[in-house]
């Protein structure tokens, strides 16, 4: 078990980044115009570039190898809110709904279903 000290200062660093994730997301929504400002950046670099490397990070053993009680990662699902069969549940679920029309991931190409399904996977 981690000692008192370094349960402190993840907790508090945990506490800063979601505090600053928070004023970020409140910055992205008070843009009136932010459909130019999506669409200027185009829906798949959104896709590959921020959601897939969540995803993956989330989903992957980095995120999961070194849990333990009073670890990092817990702390911040804990201050989120969140506890992490949901979060990786909610998160499977919008990659698959925002995943573009056409749009072949490496997740899709390596999974047998997709080719099951008639996917235009090759």
Known sequence: MASDFHQALVGGLVKF???TMTTTLDRFFSITDSTAR?????VS???????????NTITGDIFSQAWTEGCPQEILLKEAG???ETLTGDLHKLVDEVEPDGYCSPRHRSSSHSRDEGSQCV
């Open 17 to 19: 980044m979601l505090e």
């Open 45 to 55: 670099l959104r896709y590959e570039g921020r959601l897939m490397p969540t995803y």
């Open 38 to 42: 999506v669409l200027g950046g185009g």
């Open 82 to 84: 969140l506890d992490f």
